[in-house]
């Protein structure tokens, strides 16, 4: 099993950037993909991005896409979410997760989801 904790959320105004970690347990992280999804209130989670075992290959939402840069570390078992750019609309709980198989965009792909970390964009 793989156990995943977030941090580094907080509080940004518009414009600003933050960085998200995710860093996991267990010696098996290095290989698997690593997605990051988002859910705000009263909407569905949504896929962010996500990034291959290797860190080879990178995957990202249109929305998010030039803005936030998904990389991690299997040496430090830790992934990462640049946000650069920040809009009041990224204001949502994040969580990163394992690459069970198959396709990056659906949540039913991942397992060994975190708890989530709070991201509030003031405008």
């Known amino acids: 099993q793989v156990q995943l904790v977030e941090s580094g959320g907080g509080l940004a105004q518009a414009g600003g950037s933050l960085r998200l970690s995710c860093a996991a347990s267990g010696r098996t992280f290095s290989r698997y993909g690593i997605g990051w999804f988002r859910q705000a209130p009263g909407k569905e989670r949504e896929f962010v991005a996500a990034?291959?075992?290797?860190?080879?290959?990178?995957y990202y939402a249109d929305s998010v896409k030039g803005r936030f840069t998904v990389s991690r570390d299997n040496a430090k078992n830790t992934a990462y979410l640049q946000m650069n750019s920040l809009k009041p609309e990224d204001t949502a709980v994040y969580y990163c997760?394992?690459?069970?198989?198959?396709?990056?965009?659906?949540?039913?792909?991942?397992?060994?989801w975190g708890q989530g970390t709070q991201v509030t964009v003031s405008s």
């Open positions: 997760a394992v690459l069970r198989g198959g396709s990056v965009y659906p949540s039913s792909s991942y397992d060994y």
């Open positions: 990034i291959s075992w290797s860190g080879g290959s990178t």
